[in-house]
């Protein structure tokens, strides 16, 4: 006697329906699970035989087959359990699965539990079709975004079995309003003291998607001002925002950011981080990392020049093709990752150079060079702007006009994006930052005044091509923020004071 | 393209353009008499000058040294230094960015490329000056040799000038054999806060004159009559060139500007605050004034003077990733 029911495999940020087929058959009793399965699911048998009995329900005492089709997509996790379950009780009684999938793991006494990544098998069950899904209650919430899918949130097999056989009426989890503002440990600018060079090359750095790096001793005020960045990025649209959330569903961290929320990620992962758990991997379900968390927001390295090399030459891929692709036994998943990188770094390893006051630095010239050169180049070339973040003294820190606050220089960063769209049409690249070859130099048009500066700069500071490139994507973002139609001097002269020196 | 390989040549006491001053380290034993040198380039006009300071000195540190060496070139004396990193390579850069002719005394042979990072700076010495070495073509800078060949550098002198010093720095050295041979010795007074400049500080007060500009030296070279007020980069602005197209409103924040700029550096952050002029006002007006050669960005958020009239802000590597 063969029974089915629905669940979802991930793969990335997509999926594949899976159809779960149980079999009941006469031989000595056995449970087998077969179907490129991994430990989890081997596992699910255990639970799923436990869950059964303590949910009230008869384990049949035979020989039970069970598979997870298609058999060739390799199937990870422990979401399984629920379907799996079910598709056994259907074998012996009435229960109707009409374009009904399941989603969940179960606990021993038959409780259902959480999973990670039920928001983008919402998004892939719904869009084969599926029309109403059981999930744990626990991931309700997440999976009632996506549109077109009634969305049922169970604490238990029992609650699950009565609801399908009609005996238990439940309401579908109503989607929750998008655009909950939440931004954890978020800065308003107003809060950072002077840096007012900083606190440009932020709004810049904001409206054109640019790369930066600051440089500055520790205590100066670098963490502060990169997390004041994420704040002036503009709300993510609807799609951006889900996509986003699946990002966070599928790492499980969907409690660090709610699913609704509308702002732009912020990431600042440690120096020590693994480098799958930057770039993403992992064992079992293959797990974005926190270039991928970045996703439509801001990263922020600190002490990039303390993080291992090989983890800063594995952020070439996602800085240029802005995915990332982490590959797996049976096959490689592809990540978004379009961040805006903010990179932090002291002047020197002891982090004094330059300084007026106190001890001063004492670190010979070529530990400084060695130090630095820990940024390699591949890296600094994705690195349109440097603004040193000097350390204040007291009269800097208390004196001074009040300083402007995030919402009003989001404003300006909104209107330049809008700039930014509106000359590219929806072929282009979205933002100045991600300009290239061709294209850079057809968008950014110059005035008369703004080529003879910039030949004249370039010629003094000895540019080389790709700098040159650089300094040219930065002014065409001050343009936009001036709104100006072509780029003037002043935009072209402001930018070479952003500009990234030559090593 | 490889460069030719350079001329050198060895010189023996007594040979045509034997710099006499290499002799006096005779009188002081014969283990220190230098029995023969090697040349690269075109040996200038000696004694000279000695400018010599600590590797690790600093923006400011480094700031005095250039306009030590450009002061000096300008008025026809040679500079001579170590050609170590800091204030060494910065005294032969100012000199030579205000064209004038530079001695090199190396701790090597002259065909080891030590260090690496000056071979830029090698070659325009070579052209312009000469590169000084007792030691033959391949040795090795080891690091007895460097105080060793400090002895060198005081004897081509008559002056020698201590910029930045720590407690332990060689420059120190270069001051004990100046004062053996009978030169003078000066330092530029450094903070007492610290550990820049415990050494060169310590050699004012056991007796070495003060530097505080270039006329200190006027005992030893009658020409270095006290810097034009235009040299000293403090005063007001100048009348700037090249700013005709610029609107008045702008003219007249970069006066205002170069009014608060001077060879020390300010903060960029209280220049702003000064002008009442938001970051990115600001960050044209520096921009202009930097393209025109009128000021310096240094690290550390620091804005400079630049010497007037040098245009050698290309030349500076800045201290930037």
Known sequence: MVATAISCAVQGLSGVPVTVEVDVANGLPSFTIVGLTDRAIQEARERVRA????????????????????????????????????????????????GVACIGELALDGGVRGVIGVLPMARRLSASGIRRLIVPAENAVEAALV?????????????????????????????????????????????????????????????????????????????????ALAGLLPDLGADDALEVASLYSLRGRLSDRPATSVRPPFRAPHHSVSRAGLIGGGAGIAQPGEVSLAHRGVLFLDEICEFPRSHLEALRQPLE??????????????????????AAANPCPCGRLGELSGPGCRCPEPMVARYRSRLSGPMRDRIDMVAEVPRLNGEALLSGSPEESTARVR??????QARQLERVGTTGARANGLLDGEQLLDVCRLDARGRDALTMAGERWRLSARAYHR?????RTIADLGGEERVSREAVIEAFQLRVPAL | MTPPEPRRWLLHPGDPGWPAGLSDLGDLGDRYRVASVWVEGELPVLPGVAVVGSRAAGATGQEVARRIGADLCRRGVTVVSGFALGVDAAAHRGCL?????????????????????HRALRTEVSLRGALVSEYTAWDAPRAWHFPHRNRIIAALSRA?????????????????????????????????????????????????????????????????????VSERGREAA???????????????????????????????ELIGRALGLRASGLAVLLGELELEGQVRSLPGGLVVRDHPNLGMGNRVPRLQP
């Open chain 1, 147 to 227: 549109e077109g899918i009634e969305v049922i949130g169970v604490e238990s097999l029992a609650v699950a079995v009565a609801y399908l056989e009609g005996r238990l009426a439940l309401e579908p989890v109503a989607a929750p309003p998008m655009g909950e503002v939440c931004a954890p440990g978020g800065v308003d600018l107003a809060a950072v003291r002077g840096q007012s060079l900083a606190k440009r090359a932020l709004e810049i750095a904001a409206a054109g998607r640019h790369n930066l790096l600051m440089l500055g001793p520790p205590g100066a005020g670098k963490t502060m001002l990169a997390r």
């Open chain 2, 160 to 228: 020698v000038v201590v910029v930045v010093a720590g407690e332990k720095s060689g420059a120190l050295s270069t001051a004990r054999w100046a004062a053996d041979l009978g030169r003078e010795v000066l330092a530029v007074p450094g903070s007492i806060l610290g550990p820049f400049s415990e050494g060169s500080n310590r050699l004012l007060r056991d007796g070495a004159r003060p530097y505080l500009d270039v006329s200190d030296l006027a005992d030893v070279f009658p020409q270095c009559t006290a810097p034009a």
């Open chain 1, 411 to 416: 404003e300006r960063v909104a209107m330049a």
């Open chain 2, 238 to 268: 100048q009348p700037g060139h090249g700013g005709g197209s610029k609107p008045e409103g702008a003219r007249d924040h970069a006066s205002r500007l170069l009014a608060l700029v001077s060879a020390e550096p300010v903060p960029r």
């Open chain 1, 51 to 98: 869950a059964v009995r303590n949910a009230g329900f008869d384990f049949p005492p035979r020989r039970v087959t069970v598979n997870l089709a298609p058999a060739e997509v390799p199937k990870e996790g422990s979401g399984f359990d629920l379907a799996i379950a079910v598709a056994l009780l259907r074998t012996e009684r009435e229960l109707p699965l009409d």
């Open chain 1, 321 to 342: 093709e802005r995915r990332v692709a982490v590959a797996r036994v049976r096959a490689s998943v592809v990540f978004p990752a379009e961040f805006v990188l903010v």
């Open chain 1, 471 to 475: 300094v040219l994507r930065v002014s």
């Open chain 2, 97 to 117: 960015a205000a064209g004038g002719q530079t001695v090199a005394v190396l701790g090597c042979g002259l065909a080891v490329d030590y260090p690496r990072s």
